[in-house]
């Protein structure tokens, strides 16, 4: 009970508007308990989020929060942590925000190793736009955009996490409440970009096989004895075809953007400073 009253004050008192049945309740409990757990100020955490289901989240936690435009929520994060880096950062968005209209962002935050986190809701469909199909929907589906199968193969959020070069990255599953909260906390206390993969079932446009009946029929978890600095091993697991794994796939450690910006800065000032001693010295 004590916990829960914890995790209430991270609340903002603003009824989330998802569908009944809709995944997104369980990330967002894992959320604010994990935030509780955390014991973070809620003046010193940020939330951006992009367009869709998903980045309707700020609105929901007691933060400072920023509902930005469509598939750009990760830019913008990077820029509140660089101009504040005492703030704890999360993004959130959706498999269609963050990996169509807003792709071209991840492999920058990844590689830059910008010291935030990112929540990707992954239900594999455009809830909020009425059912067409999304960069993670599976083959052949019938939706709005594809009424006689959809062709493509689906994108793995997880494993692009992998190869972009995320030095933190997992996936967990809405159902799996406390498993779920136990990976934000990791990530969140990671020193690095954490990148965390979401699974969720749309519970009314959901004609993929992302549901939670299949989902729990081929879970299983990353083996206690992974090493999370083996990316050949992560990426086997992260792309397993036969079962869905949940876990901890990649864990390193490198400076962040922001341990490189107070190099540039230093240099900068010596240099800034030598020109200023022979400035000086020409009116001597």
């Given at each position: 009970?004590?916990?829960?009253?914890?995790?209430?004050?991270?609340?903002?008192?603003?009824s989330?508007?998802?569908?009944?049945?809709?995944?997104?309740?369980?990330?967002?409990?894992?959320?604010?308990?994990?935030?509780?757990?955390?014991?973070?100020?809620?003046?010193?955490?940020?939330?951006?989020?992009?367009?869709?289901?998903?980045?309707?989240?700020?609105?929901?936690?007691?933060?400072?929060?920023?509902?930005?435009?469509?598939?750009?929520?990760?830019?913008?994060?990077?820029?509140?942590?660089?101009?504040?880096?005492?703030?704890?950062?999360?993004?959130?968005?959706?498999d269609?925000?963050?990996?169509?209209?807003?792709?071209?962002?991840?492999?920058?935050?990844?590689?830059?190793?910008?010291?935030?986190?990112?929540?990707?809701?992954?239900?594999?469909?455009?809830?909020?736009?009425k059912?067409?199909?999304s960069?993670?929907?599976?083959l052949?589906?019938?939706?709005?955009?594809?009424?006689?199968?959809?062709?493509?193969?689906?994108?793995?959020?997880?494993?692009?996490?992998?190869?972009?070069?995320?030095?933190?990255?997992?996936?967990?599953?809405?159902?799996?409440?406390?498993h779920?909260?136990?990976?934000?906390?990791?990530?969140?206390?990671?020193?690095?970009?954490?990148?965390?993969?979401?699974?969720?079932?749309?519970?009314?446009?959901?004609?993929?096989?992302?549901?939670?009946?299949?989902i729990?029929?081929?879970?299983?978890?990353v083996?206690e004895?992974?090493?999370?600095e083996?990316g050949?091993?992560?990426?086997?697991?992260?792309?397993?075809?036969?079962?869905?794994?949940?876990?901890?796939?990649?864990?390193?450690?490198?400076?962040?953007?922001?341990?490189?910006?107070?190099?540039?800065?230093?240099?900068?000032?010596?240099?800034?400073?030598a020109?200023?001693?022979?400035?000086?010295?020409?009116?001597?």
């Open positions: 009970m004590e916990e829960q009253d914890r995790s209430c004050e991270y609340l903002s008192g603003v989330p508007v998802w569908c009944p049945g809709c995944g997104y309740y369980g990330i967002l409990s894992a959320l604010v308990e994990g935030l509780a757990d955390l014991k973070l100020p809620t003046n010193e955490l940020a939330l951006i989020s992009g367009i869709g289901c998903s980045s309707r989240l700020p609105y929901f936690v007691k933060a400072y929060g920023f509902h930005s435009i469509h598939g750009r929520g990760l830019p913008i994060a990077q820029g509140v942590k660089t101009a504040n880096p005492e703030l704890t950062v999360l993004a959130v968005g959706g269609g925000d963050g990996l169509a209209i807003g792709g071209g962002h991840l492999p920058h935050i990844a590689r830059n190793n910008v010291d935030m986190t990112y929540l990707l809701f992954n239900n594999a469909i455009y809830g909020m736009t059912g067409q199909f960069p993670t929907t599976v052949f589906p019938t939706t709005k955009t594809s009424p006689f199968g959809f062709l493509g193969d689906a994108v793995n959020p997880s494993a692009l996490a992998i190869v972009y070069g995320a030095s933190f990255v997992a996936r967990g599953f809405s159902v799996k409440k406390e779920l909260k136990d990976l934000i906390i990791q990530g969140i206390q990671h020193r690095g970009f954490s990148f965390i993969e979401v699974l969720a079932s749309c519970s009314s446009f959901n004609t993929t096989d992302m549901n939670v009946a299949r729990i029929k081929n879970l299983q978890m083996p004895d992974h090493n999370p083996n050949i091993e992560a990426m086997r697991l992260a792309t397993d075809k036969e079962k869905i794994n949940l876990g901890v796939f990649v864990r390193s450690q490198r400076p962040t953007l922001g341990d490189r910006f107070q190099e540039v800065q230093k240099k900068a000032k010596g240099k800034a400073s020109a200023m001693e022979d400035l000086l010295a020409q009116f001597a």
